[in-house]
């Protein structure tokens, strides 16, 4: 079993930057891949960037492509969504999510097939 907690999140202005950290309880967090999603209402959940196990590979929708990185640190089993000039659409709920199974970074930009989700954190911005 994994839990994932975001934490990071907050009401920002256009233009500004937020770092979110998603932080997993469990000795294996290096065994998933993992990704950070958001999500808004009445809306499907969206894919925003991807990580492979040993971080050595990322994927990026073109939405975030160069203002987003992820990143993690195993040893601390956190995972980091680094946004910068944030715009007024990426107001969204960000959750964080584990997968074990995959191998081409593609495989992780579906929602389905992640094995754990955290709860959400929400980010706001304004303009």
């Known amino acids: 079993q994994v839990q994932l907690v975001e934490s990071g999140g907050g009401l920002v202005q256009a233009g500004a930057s937020l770092r979110l950290s998603c932080g997993a309880s469990?000795?294996?967090?290096?065994?998933?891949?993992m990704g950070w999603f958001r999500q808004t209402p009445g809306k499907e959940r969206e894919f925003v960037a991807a990580i492979s196990r040993n971080g050595g590979g990322t994927n990026y929708p073109d939405s975030v492509k160069g203002r987003f990185t992820i990143s993690r640190d195993n040893a601390k089993n956190t995972v980091y969504l680094r946004m910068n000039s944030l715009k007024p659409e990426d107001t969204a709920l960000y959750y964080c999510a584990g997968k074990y199974a995959g191998y081409y970074m593609s495989d992780f930009v579906p929602t389905r097939g992640y094995d754990y989700w955290g709860q959400g954190t929400q980010v706001t911005v304004s303009s």
């Open positions: 469990g000795r294996t967090f290096d065994a998933y891949a």
